[in-house]
C-alpha cells in the first residue's frame, strides 16, 4: 500500500501533555509522523497553540485519523494531503544561531510553498567556528527554485552561507 504525505492543523489548550495527547490518532493509526511545528509563543483567536503535524499514511489509515480526530474533541482547523511532492536538503553556514534560527525557521516555514521537516544544528565548538544548520526541506512540484530564491534571500540577509542541493541542469 502506498503512502502519501498529509498535513493537519490543530489548535491545542496551552496545558502539559496537550501535544502528545494530540498525536494519539496519528500513532494508534500508524501513521508515520514526518514533522511537527508547535507554535508556543503564537495564540490563535481562541487563546489556543497553534500546531501542525506532518505525516505519511495509506488513504485507509488517513480515514481513521481523520475519525479519530474528529471523535478526540481537539480543534482542528484544516486537514488535507500534502502538496508538498519535492525534497531536498539545504545546508546553512555562518553564524545560524547566533542570527536567531528560530527567525530563520519561520521565515521559511512562511514560504507559502515548502514545509520544514527537519532541521539539525551544529554550533561552532569555539568562538572562532561558524555555526550551521541543515534543513530537509519539501515544496510543491516545480516550486523548488521558488524555494530556493527565498532561502538566497534570507540567507543573504542574514550574512549566512547556502549550500543548494543539486539539481538537474536544463538543457
Sequence with gaps: ???????????LVDEPGSLLEALKPIVANEGNLLSIYHERGKKSPRGRVPV???????????NSIIMAFRRSGFTVV???KS?????????????VIETDVTDTIERVRDGS???VID??????????????ARFRLATQEGKMSETLEMLRE????????????LTEVER
Excluded at 52 to 62: C, M
Excluded at 119 to 132: K, M, N
Design 113 to 115: 510553498n515548502v514545509s
Design 119 to 132: 532541521v539539525s544544528l551544529t554550533p561552532g565548538q569555539s568562538e572562532d567556528e561558524i555555526s550551521g
Design 1 to 11: 500500500m502506498h503512502k502519501s504525505a498529509h498535513t493537519i492543523r490543530l489548535e
Design 83 to 95: 502538496q508538498y511532492s519535492e525534497e531536498f536538503i539545504v545546508l546553512l553556514a555562518g553564524d
Design 154 to 165: 534570507i540567507t543573504e540577509e542574514k550574512g549566512l552561507k547556502l549550500i543548494e542541493p
Design 78 to 80: 484544516e486537514t488535507g
Design 52 to 62: 501542525e503535524v506532518d505525516f505519511e499514511a495509506t488513504d485507509r489509515q488517513y
